[in-house]
């Protein structure tokens, strides 16, 4: 009789884009300076001496304005995927420049606060919006260049169904800022 051997294949090792891994530890460490305010503010109200105010009615439309951000970064991605390179330059257009409307609609919005005599010195209740929400539009600010790098790579057909990587870091990084502000704009609504 022959004897049976068993032979195990080789398991392919786990492996990433270097870029994308270095994207998601980035998230990972955003979500935990988020994390880390937003447990600062929820002890810093629990001791008192809290002003209670409205937010800006502004942070209503710029919170529509990220949200409808989102599905055009998404379309561009789907587009890219089918190699329709136009379509593709149209909703990445249309992204950045609801990135900038956003960030304008925030400034406007703090704007709204110091009419509402909310400072950023002062009670720290002011304080923590003005941080959380600056803090955001910086990420912001750098997710617009990233979508205008990515914009232009467009033009440059360097973005394609074979060559995804770009626009795909780019929906990652612009869908997490997104879902990072509605998590922000919910808990300011919610912890006045």
């Not at 305010?37 to 990220?66: C, D, H, K, M």
């Not at 951000?69 to 609801?98: C, P």
């Not at 003005?130 to 973005?159: D, M, N």
């Amino acid at each position: 009789m022959s004897e049976l051997k068993i032979v195990e294949e080789a398991k392919k090792p786990l492996s990433m884009n270097p870029k994308k891994f270095a994207l998601w530890l980035f998230i990972v460490s955003v979500c935990m300076i988020f994390a880390s305010l937003t447990s600062a503010y929820i002890v810093r109200q629990a001791e008192g001496n809290w002003q209670i105010f409205e937010l800006p009615p502004l942070f209503w439309i710029t919170s529509g304005i990220i949200l409808l951000s989102s599905f055009t970064m998404h379309w561009a991605y789907m587009a890219a995927k089918r190699d329709n390179l136009e379509m593709v330059k149209v909703a990445m257009s249309i992204t950045t420049l609801l990135g900038i409307a956003f960030l304008v609609g925030q400034v406007m919005g703090w704007g709204q606060l110091v009419e509402s005599n909310v400072y950023f010195v002062g009670n720290p209740s002011g304080s923590f919006v003005y941080v959380l929400s600056g803090l955001h539009g910086l990420h912001i600010a750098g997710g617009v260049v990233i979508l205008g790098i990515t914009l232009v790579a467009t033009y440059r057909f360097q973005v394609h169904s074979k060559n995804l990587n770009l626009i795909e870091m780019c929906a990652t990084f612009w869908h997490f800022l997104d879902a990072l502000w509605l998590y922000l704009f919910v808990f300011l609504l919610l912890n006045r």
